[in-house]
């Protein structure tokens, strides 16, 4: 696709010049990452501040203060990108509990992972299992993020990773065991 390769193009640059590969990127990306950020936030109560557009923006600001990136290609940028968001949803979910605990409600691990201010202590668990799971295991970390929190389908994350369909497929099985694992060991203690 000559987008991907666009893509890829605009981000071998990045590291001579962030702000014009962020300025050529943008027109190409925007609206995939406005997706993604939709689908994290579905669910949100109407006033809350968080909105997509934000999510985006305030992840973009983050790409540019990243320092010294070496970007791969469009799926490596995807899953950065998700990475970035989920760690924004992290840090607005900690706020949120700082100011005002949690429902109690159950987090389910589904296929697709939403995020509301009323679960936000049930997102901190979460983030508590991603973060062990990339210790345990930081591929099927990286697997995990680009399938939910980056929307890329399995072909691609393959790609990205330089590694089977068989394999992310795998990963990704593992991953989600994992994760339920955590979740419950959570809800017991």
Same mark, same amino acid.
């Given at each position: ?12 640059? =990045? #590291? ?10 943008t ?11 939709? !689908? ?18 305030? @992840? ?10 070496? =970007? ?5 940028? &995807?899953?950065? @990108?998700?990475?970035?968001m ?6 607005? !979910?900690?706020? &949120? ?9 159950k ?9 509301? @201010? #009323? ?5 901190? #668990?979460?983030?508590? !299992? ?6 345990w295991?930081?591929?099927?970390c ?12 399995? #072909?691609?994350?393959?790609? !990205? ?6 394999t ?11 994760l ?9 203690v």
């Amino acid at each position: 696709m000559p987008q991907d390769n666009d893509i890829t193009r605009i981000l071998s640059n =990045w #590291e001579r010049d962030p702000a014009l590969a962020l300025e050529q990127l943008t027109p190409l990306v925007y609206s995939e990452l406005r997706r993604l950020a939709a !689908a994290h936030l579905r669910g949100q109560r109407p006033d809350h501040t968080l909105q997509p557009t934000a999510l985006v923006h305030e @992840a973009y600001l983050r790409l540019l203060g990243a320092d010294s990136m070496e =970007w791969k290609d469009r799926g490596h940028f &995807f899953g950065i @990108a998700a990475r970035t968001m989920r760690l924004i949803l992290v840090d607005a !979910a900690r706020k &949120f509990n700082a100011e005002k605990r949690g429902s109690g409600k159950k987090l389910q691990f589904e296929d697709g992972i939403e995020y509301s @201010a #009323e679960q936000s202590g049930n997102f901190l #668990e979460l983030d508590r !299992a991603i973060e062990k799971l990339k210790e345990w295991d930081e591929r099927k970390c990286a697997v995990l993020e680009m399938k939910y929190f980056g929307g890329l389908e399995r #072909e691609d994350i393959a790609q !990205a990773l330089g590694v089977s369909l068989g394999t992310v497929k795998r990963d990704l099985s593992i991953a989600e065991a994992f994760l339920r694992k955590q979740l419950a060991d959570a809800t017991t203690v």
